[in-house]
């Protein structure tokens, strides 16, 4: 897939030829390969690795998927949130997929509060999972380390996750490396429930992003990009201003080599080249020759132009979306009402088969 951005191809995302609506593509369902479910918590503001490694491929995927996409504010409680400042971030989020080239006419895109069957089926499946099992979850035992205090959302964190997959009975989760576990745990608990309570549920299939889709920090590279980094150096912001972009470009961690070439082993100068490649579908061989007899240096000012530009569009989208809230509110009704579809429909069967009323 590849389209047109000012001078530049890229190979990324932003396929507009399809213009059937949400609706339309319900009734079409034999034609989907399936339901797909992901979503990001609202910690940071996303980056260019949850552009690259995510949001883009979601993007392709409301093609040939019936998508359910959503905003997990809910999840973002266990960490320490001003409240202030979560709900501007939620409708932040929501704009940037949307800028992203999320379409909310192709997918179900929502928050995830405005669908209260999350909390519901949250409770019944905390029910059928061992404590035990969850303590051996390793996020939450990163996440608990040195903590005085661990609140049991910490570690209830993956039920409420096994809940927003199996409200919409996805089949296939779009995930990091690093959620992988968690979805494992979902599968388990897809076993539990279905012993107890009879047959509803399947299990779903964790779809983890290629390695080239991988984007590392710029601080350190061998270290994902992280939105919740707190060392904010490491991360490209897709809200970045071009200033702060271009600095942080420049001063990326690389190594004290000095030609571009790519090579697994430098891990600052392939990550950049990385950048530089899915942002302009050129390939490490083309990148190569344009810098040839350059340095490290003039690649980190080349990659800065192209980031700068490639964002431009997304943050004009983003500040337009912001300024018109009433538009923005009833974009995320319609994305919940889609939502609640499905989500309701589910919990009443699940109801049924545990006998409550
Ligand atoms: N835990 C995921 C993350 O890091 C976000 C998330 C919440 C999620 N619920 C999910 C992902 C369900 C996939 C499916 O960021």
Not at 98 to 108: E, Q, T
């Amino acid at each position: 897939m590849s389209f047109t951005m000012g001078h530049r191809r890229t190979n990324m995302i932003l396929d507009f030829r399809a213009n059937h609506c949400y609706v339309d593509g319900m009734k079409n369902n034999q034609a989907k390969k399936g339901t797909v479910l992901s979503g990001s918590t609202t910690s940071g503001d996303l980056t260019l690795g949850n552009y690259i490694g995510a949001v883009s491929q979601w993007t392709k995927m409301t093609e040939d998927y019936d998508a359910y996409f959503m905003v997990a504010n809910l999840h973002s409680l266990t960490d320490h949130q001003d409240p202030k400042e979560l709900r501007e971030r939620t409708l932040s989020f929501y704009a940037q997929y949307i800028a992203l080239g999320l379409d909310p006419a192709k997918c179900a895109l929502f928050v995830q509060s405005m669908v209260p069957e999350h909390a519901e089926l949250n409770w019944v499946l905390t029910n059928i999972t061992p404590i035990g099992q969850l303590e051996r979850m390793t996020q939450f035992k990163d996440k608990s380390e040195n903590k005085k205090q661990i609140n049991a959302g910490l570690l209830m964190y993956p039920v409420l996750m096994a809940a927003d997959i199996l409200l919409y009975r996805a089949d296939f989760v779009p995930v990091g490396q690093d959620q992988k576990q968690h979805i494992e745990l979902c599968r388990d608990m897809v076993k539990y429930f279905n012993n107890r309570f009879g047959d509803v549920f399947k299990e779903p299939a964790p779809l983890i992003a290629p390695k080239g889709a991988k984007i590392m920090s710029l601080a350190d590279p061998t270290k994902k990009m992280s939105k919740s980094d707190p060392d904010k150096n490491g991360m490209i912001s897709i809200l970045d201003d071009p200033k702060v972009l271009e600095k942080k470009l420049k001063r990326a961690v690389t190594d004290s080599g000095t030609v571009v070439k790519y090579d697994e082993n430098s891990a600052g100068i392939a990550n950049l080249m990385t950048i530089y490649s899915v942002l302009t579908g050129k390939s490490y061989a083309e990148i190569e020759k344009d810098f040839e007899g350059k340095m490290y240096g003039h690649l980190k000012v080349g990659l800065a132009e192209v980031v700068i530009e490639t964002l431009k569009p997304v943050q004009a989208k983003h500040r337009e979306l912001m300024a018109n809230r009433d538009h923005l509110a009833s974009l995320m009704k319609q994305g919940a009402e889609a939502a609640r579809a499905k989500a309701s429909e589910t919990l009443r069967l699940v109801y049924d088969h545990a006998g409550i009323l």
